[in-house]
């Protein structure tokens, strides 16, 4: 019983992930895309890691999402990528990817199950205070990069996102 | 609430995860796809963090997911601003298009 | 005043850096101030410095700077070392440096060549005279081996002042390798003298001298020779002497007859530690002196370049300083080199006001009659010339007598005083023909003198040092250099080297004046061909264009691909090959990264399931 409530959603989320790898819609794959990460967020809080299925939802689903979305609309991709989608995603071009991913699945597998001390079981419950106490005490040079990065990503993103880089391209 | 899982169940979810979004990545030519695969792999990653702490039962798997999580958001926001970059100057979404650097 | 000995060499440096960094921005006349004044103020340094350690009796006096570098036991200091040689060379360095300057100063002045080129000149010549100071001052084998470069970088830059004229340019190439000759033979020399004795500093060389074996001692002063011939030239480097007088005239009178070709002199002086260990060295610079005496002195009978005349009489004069110190007169080479640098700097600078008037003409048979027109050039040259052939009472009479009558007794017999006696005829003969066909006779080119005090002025002051400098030797020069032996005038010997160039002069007056006539000697083939042979300087040009230039010529000509590089090339081409190898994997395409990136991480996890 216990492992069906994981399994569900391990489910659900292999098969949502597998559904957006595939889709030719953009918007249909972020959809997907969607259902994927909320699954994943109900294993988080099944493996007892609430907060961060909390923040799973408010900014993987959420916020990078809508971005996603944003920029969906932005390029206005209608029937004709669609279309064009359909033209590059011949059956032919799986086969390659495919067999590569297979050989490091079977790898994955191995070296997984082959774990030293496997079978240990999880199971403990790390609320948000533990976490919050550990972030802001041994972390916190970590918290401080992180912050940096997304100053950084935000510059970056703000010059990227202007229009008049267009204009310099080179005649 | 916390249920007994093996680590390796949650480990090959991981695992899955990762593999389906790198499948995205070497097949898929549309840059937007290429980058939600790439979010699925992040996701993953920070999917095997997290069961790891739980394993231990410590907090630092879920401090490493949310450092995934800025990571991950600092990503998206540069790479989309790339994206519409990339699709005004080659008029394509092509990420194939985008392969200037070739020696 | 000693303790200031420093500033000897660096008021020129000062000057030299003075008119570089203003890159010859500065109005001529403050450039003719620093240029001159500079070296000015050095010479009375060295005047004050000199009669104070005259006073003091001391043999030596050193000061010591700071050390250059200190690798291991290897330990070379900036000492300026005073002793009566080093105070001799100074002191002609910077009291005819100075009065050369002075005259360029007006010979200079608005040069119809090198208009710009003015403070250019002055930079180089300061910085000639620090480089001079430096050798000649440096207690130090490195450092005289700075000052011993220094001096050739100055003479190239100065022979190819005039750089228009790509004549000029080869002129300075050619002064440059042929003393490059030496200089490397003299750099082996001052190696191996490192390697036996273990030290440079000249003192202490010198004082170990002794634990040198003969065979050594004996390489090592013929190397040093070798150097010295080179800058000095003497034969068989001689050939780049009478080219170098492409250079204006006085850095002719300056660097190419009274300072750097005395160089050579200078170095085998200083070293007569080593060459009295070596007596075959020893005989080898007598014998290098008396063979560049006889052609030199041959060769200037036929040239017609008043400057080129000049410049064999220089050649000719500086063998009779290596024949000194051969036979062992030391005093007496380097009283010679004293007088020597008066005299031939006073013809040199006098040439320079003639040729100044004449609109830069150099052929002495385009001149003629110019004694009326020219006088204080005339007397000038006169005088000079007087001394050159040593004429009873002038200042080459006494250093030549006493370098001859050394000569006269030197073991192996009255040869080499027989070459000298007989080259102080050729001397006395071609200077007559100078003076008889550029200043008799009648008038060929009108000149326009247009010199000033700062021109005669220094021309006067050479003159009574011409005359009155032997007048030293009883005095101030004799306390100094001690071993001038006052060997009777009256001794057979002594009464044909006196009578001998009067001969000469003689003899000259009527032939060059035309009064006897030796038409039918000159036009005959053998005549002929003789004087050509002469005028060529001996053919040296000529056999070493053939033996050195064109083989070189036709090596450079053949390995033009140049088969060394060969290897290089290689390297470069295969590098280039890796890299296009490499770049093929390059694509620029994002999935084929990742795609490559997947199988590096199949093979890193199966390394770790493995392990």
């Known amino acids: 019983m216990d492992l069906a409530l994981f399994w569900i959603p391990a489910a659900v989320a292999l098969a949502s992930t597998l559904l957006v790898i595939t889709r030719k819609n953009a918007a249909h794959a972020l959809i997907y895309l969607v259902v994927s990460l909320l699954s994943v967020a109900v294993i988080f809080f099944v493996l007892g890691a609430p907060f961060a299925a909390a923040l799973e939802v408010v900014i993987y689903a959420g916020a990078i999402v809508v971005l996603f979305l944003f920029v969906v609309m932005m390029l206005n991709l209608g029937n004709t990528s669609v279309m064009r989608e359909s033209r590059w995603l011949r059956p032919g071009m799986w086969v390659g990817p495919a067999i590569l991913v297979s050989i490091l699945l079977i790898t994955m597998v191995y070296v997984i199950v082959g774990l030293p001390n496997a079978n240990v079981t999880t199971g403990e419950m790390v609320g948000p205070k533990a976490v919050g106490n550990e972030l802001f005490r041994p972390y916190l040079l970590a918290v401080e990069l992180a912050g940096f990065l997304l100053l950084a990503a935000l510059i970056g993103a703000y010059h990227l996102g202007r229009r008049y880089l267009e204009q310099r391209r080179e005649p | 609430m916390a249920i007994e899982v093996p680590v390796e169940h949650v480990l090959l979810v991981a695992a899955g995860l990762f593999l389906l979004g790198l499948l995205g990545v070497l097949v898929r030519r549309n840059i937007i796809f290429l980058l939600m695969s790439l979010e699925v792999m992040m996701n993953s990653a920070g999917l095997a963090f997290i069961a790891a702490g739980a394993k231990w039962g410590a907090p630092d798997g879920q401090i490493m997911f949310m450092l995934i999580l800025a990571l991950a958001a600092a990503e998206v926001a540069v790479a989309l601003g790339l994206v519409l970059q990339i699709s005004r100057r080659f008029d394509t979404l092509d990420v194939d298009a985008a392969s200037e650097l070739n020696g | ?611």
């Open chain 3, 1 to 611: 005043m000693l303790e200031y000995l420093w500033l000897v060499p660096a008021l020129p440096l000062a000057g030299f850096f003075a008119l570089f960094v203003t890159e010859g921005k500065l109005p001529d006349k403050i450039v003719a101030v620093i240029g001159a004044g500079s070296v000015g103020l050095a010479a009375l340094v060295a005047l004050g410095a000199g009669m104070e350690f005259v006073q003091s009796g001391e043999a030596s006096y050193a000061q010591s700077l700071w050390t250059w570098m200190a690798v291991g036991n290897f330990t070379p200091s900036i000492t300026l070392y005073l002793d009566p040689l080093s105070l001799v060379m100074s002191g002609v360095i910077t009291g005819v440096g100075f009065l050369i300057h002075l005259f360029a100063t007006g010979y200079m002045w608005k040069d119809h060549q090198e208009p710009e080129g003015y403070s250019r000149f002055f930079a180089y010549m300061n910085l000639f005279v620090f480089a001079m100071l430096m050798l000649v001052l440096g207690d130090n084998l490195l450092v005289l081996f700075l000052g011993w470069e220094g001096v050739g970088l100055c003479s190239y830059l100065l022979i190819g002042f005039y750089h228009r004229d790509p004549e000029n340019g080869y002129a300075a190439r050619k002064a440059f390798v042929v003393t490059r000759v030496g200089d490397t033979l003299m750099a082996i020399g001052l190696f191996l003298l490192f390697r036996e004795l273990g030290s440079l500093d000249i003192q202490t060389a010198l004082g170990d001298a002794g634990q040198l074996d003969a065979g050594m001692a004996t390489a090592i002063g013929l190397l040093l020779l070798g150097g010295a011939v080179g800058k000095s030239a003497q034969v068989p480097l001689q050939t780049w002497l009478p080219d170098a007088m492409a250079g204006p005239t006085p850095v002719s009178a300056l660097i190419h007859a009274a300072t750097m070709v005395t160089a050579g002199v200078y170095l085998i002086a200083r070293m007569k530690g080593i060459y009295d260990l070596a007596p075959v060295a020893q005989l080898a610079v007598a014998i290098v002196g008396l063979v560049t005496l006889l052609i030199s002195s041959f060769t200037a009978l036929t040239q017609t370049d008043i400057k080129r005349i000049l410049a064999y009489s220089t050649m000719s004069q500086i063998g009779y300083m290596f024949m000194a110190l051969g036979v062992g007169a030391w005093s007496a080479g380097i009283f010679h080199l004293m007088t020597h640098a008066f005299f031939k700097a006073l013809l040199f600078l006098a040439s320079g006001s003639v040729i100044l008037a004449l609109h830069h003409e150099q052929d002495i048979f385009k001149m003629g009659g110019l004694w009326r027109k020219l006088p204080v050039p005339f007397a000038s040259m006169l005088i000079g010339s007087i001394a050159l052939v040593a004429v009873p009472l002038t200042s080459g009479f006494y250093s030549k007598d006493a370098i001859l009558l050394t000569a006269w007794e030197h073991g192996t017999g009255p040869w080499f005083w027989a070459g000298g006696v007989l080259a102080a005829f050729m001397t006395a003969l071609y200077t007559t023909r100078m003076m008889v066909v550029a200043f008799l006779g009648e008038t060929k080119t009108e000149p326009h003198d247009a010199s000033r005090i700062n021109m005669w002025g220094p021309l006067v002051v050479l003159a009574v040092l011409s005359i009155g400098g032997g007048w030293m030797t009883f005095s101030v020069l004799d306390d100094l250099l001690g071993a001038i032996d006052h060997i009777p005038h009256i001794h057979p010997a002594a009464l044909v080297t006196v009578v001998l160039p009067l001969l000469g002069i003689v003899l000259g007056y009527f032939v060059f004046s035309g009064r006897m006539n030796v038409n039918s000697l000159v036009e005959s083939s053998f005549g002929d061909a003789l004087r050509r042979f002469w005028q060529s300087g001996w053919a040296f040009d000529w056999v070493y264009y053939r033996v050195f230039v064109k083989p070189f010529l036709w090596v450079a000509r053949v390995n033009k691909g140049d088969v060394v590089d060969l290897a290089f090339r290689i390297t470069a081409a295969v590098t280039r090959g890796f890299h296009h190898v490499g770049a093929l994997t390059q694509t620029g395409r994002l999935r084929w990264y990742a795609a490559n990136m997947a199988i590096g991480l199949i093979v890193v996890l199966l390394i770790v399931a493995s392990v």
